[in-house]
């Protein structure tokens, strides 16, 4: 709950209006009784000391004053809703932006090792269950403190002996409702897991939709998630056991005291010590007192149920995100980058991912790397971008090393185009304009063109405002990878990376893009990256890195590597078929 607080005192003086518009709006609907009692005792106990026309006046103005009273008291409470509202939605939508904004700084490899719908599914259980604390605690637990108190004061200056009645149902209660609230904290906390778990799997199953339908898992997938559901309807059966059974017997205790507290009240009016009107107005009181004490159980479910959700969203703030130095040197344009001895190790793994890898490639120059599955070639272009650090060694940018600058500058300089393409729901233009927000038009279908995604233009109907659906389900892979490759143009980068940007193409438009890659403008001006499978892709680079088990085993042209007959050599003829003659040689 300190956690909690820390986003309260942002709003402390708005919280303390809304904290004496309760306290009023309670005290003025509290003397609806006190009048009541007035009205009994003076009037109504006394007709005998009145005429008709005294009578009618006092019981009018104090009917008068009733209709008083309760006109401040719905004032005030209508004020204290709508400030409750304003500050609920406040405190929960700040810590929802603070929660989301945390989660995006978090390293790459956190997202590896989670699913994304579990980080939402934490962020929205926290929001919607401090709402409900905020809401519950000032409209309930401080509205009914309020009358309590004052409840409590009033009955020890209508008799001595009728305080103490009433304050000591309160601690009796306090210990009963102590018994299960262990046992719910635990259930609860086991339920909130299972709910966050739930919603990680839905996401997956729901952004793997077409996998899922065109396999015929649909069932399985039904099933898989309903044993968690079931899971979770137990857990939430045995909460509301507890639940309800702290309920009848809070009701049951509170039924009896306040049983008691009338009797004995009688038996004060039977021996002269209280009035009738003072009875009946501790009477009404007591619904001041015994109502809220039976919510005691709800206050409880939800406070337990709101703790949870704090401390996992605590354990998600309290996550280290990314390192950026205090200090960072300005890089500018890149003009060259160079990996010195680079060592990295996954996490989970024994054996390195990448082993004291060494190149260096200056602006205007085109490099390559290929490799058999699971040589580090992805590895080595998250490495790039700066999603993972090297464990031994330096990665460097225009000769500075990465951790003396702030990677955002450098990620700012990047267009990648990846294997997996990541596009989101809505239009063509939407998804280009998530890398430059002020491009034209005209701008967005030149790129689309030059990625030879012309042929999706012209069947569109809408054009670039035709939309693609979510993870672009309604377009084909090889449109998929056109428009992400005119993305990553869109944004003239200074580092323009494909990692097996080709892979979903056909041969003839493999071919298109590959020629569009080498002739594009401004190509003198900036650094470009290949990650390939198919060798043609990559034959005209100016530098090949062969990778096999994390290492550089070649390097060189194509022709060069051709020449070793080593690796490259080997994946050369088992793509090609045949090798061909270096022309450079036959000319001699």
């Not at 309160?170 to 210990?175: H, R, S, T, V």
């Not at 002020?438 to 279908?445: L, P, V």
């Given at each position: 709950?300190?956690?909690?607080?820390?986003y309260?005192?942002?709003?402390?003086?708005?919280?303390?209006?809304?904290?004496l518009?309760?306290?009023?709006?309670?005290?003025?609907?509290?003397?609806?009784?006190?009048?009541?009692?007035?009205?009994?005792?003076?009037?109504?106990?006394?007709?005998?000391k009145?005429?008709?026309?005294?009578?009618?006046?006092?019981?009018?103005?104090?009917g008068?004053?009733?209709?008083?009273?309760?006109?401040?008291?719905?004032?005030?409470k209508?004020?204290q809703d709508?400030?409750?509202?304003?500050?609920t939605?406040?405190?929960?939508?700040?810590?929802?932006?603070d929660?989301l904004?945390?989660?995006?700084?978090?390293?790459?490899?956190?997202?590896?090792?989670?699913?994304?719908?579990?980080?939402?599914?934490?962020?929205?259980?926290?929001?919607?269950?401090?709402?409900?604390l905020l809401?519950?605690?000032?409209?309930?637990?401080?509205?009914?403190?309020?009358?309590?108190?004052?409840?409590?004061?009033?009955?020890?200056?209508?008799?001595?002996?009728?305080?103490?009645?009433?304050?000591?149902?309160?601690?009796?209660?306090?210990?009963l409702?102590?018994?299960?609230t262990?046992?719910?904290?635990t259930?609860?906390?086991?339920?909130?897991?299972?709910?966050?778990?739930?919603?990680?799997?839905?996401t997956?199953s729901?952004?793997?939709?077409?996998?899922?339908?065109?396999?015929?898992l649909v069932?399985?997938?039904?099933n898989?998630?309903?044993?968690?559901?079931n899971?979770?309807?137990?857990l939430?059966?045995k909460k509301?056991?507890?639940?309800?059974?702290?309920?009848f017997?809070?009701g049951?205790?509170?039924?009896?005291?306040?049983?008691t507290?009338?009797?004995?009240?009688?038996?004060?009016?039977?021996k002269?010590?209280?009035t009738?009107?003072?009875?009946?107005?501790?009477?009404?009181?007591?619904?001041?007192?015994?109502?809220?004490?039976?919510?005691?159980?709800?206050?409880i479910?939800i406070?337990?149920?709101?703790?949870?959700?704090?401390?996992?969203?605590k354990?998600?703030?309290?996550?280290?995100?990314?390192?950026?130095p205090?200090?960072?040197?300005?890089?500018?344009?890149?003009?060259?980058i160079?990996?010195?001895?680079?060592?990295?190790?996954?996490?989970?793994?024994?054996?390195?991912?990448?082993?004291d890898?060494?190149?260096?490639?200056?602006?205007g120059?085109?490099?390559?790397f290929?490799?058999?599955?699971g040589a580090?070639?992805?590895?080595?272009?998250?490495?790039?971008?700066?999603?993972?650090?090297?464990?031994?060694?330096?990665?460097?940018?225009?000769?500075?090393?990465?951790?003396?600058?702030?990677?955002?500058?450098?990620?700012?300089?990047i267009?990648?185009?990846?294997?997996?393409?990541?596009?989101?729901?809505?239009?063509?233009?939407?998804?280009?304009?998530f890398?430059?927000?002020?491009?034209?038009?005209?701008?967005?279908?030149?790129?689309?063109?030059?990625?030879?995604?012309?042929?999706?233009?012209?069947?569109?109907?809408k054009g670039?405002?035709?939309?693609?659906?979510?993870?672009?389900?309604?377009?084909?892979?090889?449109?998929?990878?056109?428009?992400?490759i005119?993305?990553?143009?869109?944004r003239?980068?200074?580092?323009?990376?494909?990692?097996?940007?080709?892979?979903?193409?056909?041969?003839?438009?493999?071919?298109?893009?590959?020629?569009t890659?080498?002739?594009?403008?401004?190509?003198?001006?900036?650094?470009?990256?290949?990650?390939?499978?198919?060798?043609?892709?990559?034959?005209?680079?100016?530098?090949?890195?062969?990778l096999?088990?994390?290492?550089?085993v070649?390097?060189?042209?194509?022709?060069?590597?051709?020449?070793?007959?080593?690796?490259?050599?080997?994946?050369?003829?088992?793509?090609?078929?045949?090798?061909?003659?270096?022309?450079?040689?036959?000319?001699?």
């Amino acid at each position: 709950m300190k956690f909690l607080l820390t986003y309260l005192r942002k709003h402390r003086w708005l919280i303390a209006l809304t904290l004496l518009l309760a306290t009023i709006g309670q005290l003025f609907s509290m003397m609806d009784p006190y009048i009541m009692r007035l009205m009994i005792d003076k009037y109504t106990s006394n007709l005998n000391k009145y005429t008709t026309d005294q009578f009618i006046q006092g019981v009018i103005t104090l009917g008068l004053a009733i209709i008083g009273v309760a006109m401040v008291s719905r004032i005030a409470k209508a004020f204290q809703d709508y400030f409750v509202n304003l500050i609920t939605q406040r405190v929960s939508t700040e810590i929802y932006n603070d929660g989301l904004k945390h989660a995006l700084s978090l390293p790459f490899e956190v997202f590896e090792d989670q699913r994304s719908g579990e980080t939402l599914g934490i962020l929205q259980k926290v929001r919607t269950d401090v709402q409900r604390l905020l809401s519950t605690f000032i409209n309930i637990m401080f509205v009914s403190l309020v009358g309590i108190i004052a409840v409590t004061i009033y009955s020890f200056s209508v008799y001595w002996a009728v305080g103490p009645l009433f304050c000591l149902t309160i601690p009796i209660l306090i210990i009963l409702s102590s018994f299960l609230t262990k046992k719910i904290k635990t259930i609860q906390k086991q339920i909130v897991g299972e709910t966050t778990a739930l919603a990680g799997s839905t996401t997956e199953s729901l952004r793997n939709i077409e996998l899922v339908k065109s396999t015929g898992l649909v069932d399985q997938e039904i099933n898989r998630l309903s044993e968690t559901t079931n899971k979770i309807l137990e857990l939430e059966i045995k909460k509301v056991k507890y639940v309800r059974s702290l309920s009848f017997i809070q009701g049951t205790v509170i039924n009896f005291l306040r049983t008691t507290i009338i009797v004995i009240m009688a038996y004060l009016i039977f021996k002269g010590n209280i009035t009738v009107g003072e009875f009946f107005s501790l009477f009404m009181y007591s619904f001041f007192i015994f109502g809220p004490l039976n919510e005691i159980g709800n206050l409880i479910n939800i406070y337990s149920e709101t703790l949870v959700s704090l401390n996992n969203f605590k354990m998600l703030m309290d996550k280290t995100p990314e390192i950026f130095p205090s200090n960072p040197k300005k890089v500018g344009i890149i003009d060259s980058i160079a990996f010195e001895k680079v060592t990295f190790t996954h996490p989970t793994a024994t054996k390195p991912a990448l082993k004291d890898i060494n190149f260096k490639v200056n602006k205007g120059e085109k490099i390559a790397f290929v490799g058999p599955s699971g040589a580090g070639k992805s590895t080595l272009i998250k490495m790039l971008v700066g999603l993972y650090q090297p464990k031994a060694g330096q990665v460097k940018y225009s000769g500075i090393p990465v951790e003396e600058i702030n990677i955002n500058e450098i990620r700012n300089q990047i267009g990648i185009v990846t294997q997996e393409t990541h596009l989101f729901a809505g239009t063509i233009k939407e998804n280009l304009l998530f890398v430059k927000p002020d491009a034209t038009d005209s701008e967005i279908e030149k790129v689309l063109r030059m990625a030879a995604a012309h042929n999706l233009l012209d069947r569109a109907d809408k054009g670039i405002y035709s939309t693609i659906g979510e993870g672009g389900i309604k377009i084909s892979g090889g449109e998929k990878q056109r428009l992400s490759i005119a993305r990553a143009l869109l944004r003239n980068p200074n580092l323009l990376v494909f990692d097996e940007a080709t892979s979903a193409l056909d041969s003839l438009t493999e071919e298109e893009i590959n020629e569009t890659i080498v002739h594009l403008p401004g190509n003198e001006e900036r650094i470009t990256i290949l990650i390939a499978h198919r060798l043609s892709t990559i034959m005209h680079s100016d530098c090949i890195y062969v990778l096999e088990a994390g290492q550089v085993v070649e390097s060189g042209t194509h022709w060069q590597l051709l020449e070793k007959k080593g690796l490259y050599f080997a994946m050369w003829r088992q793509q090609v078929g045949m090798v061909e003659e270096n022309p450079e040689m036959s000319m001699n």
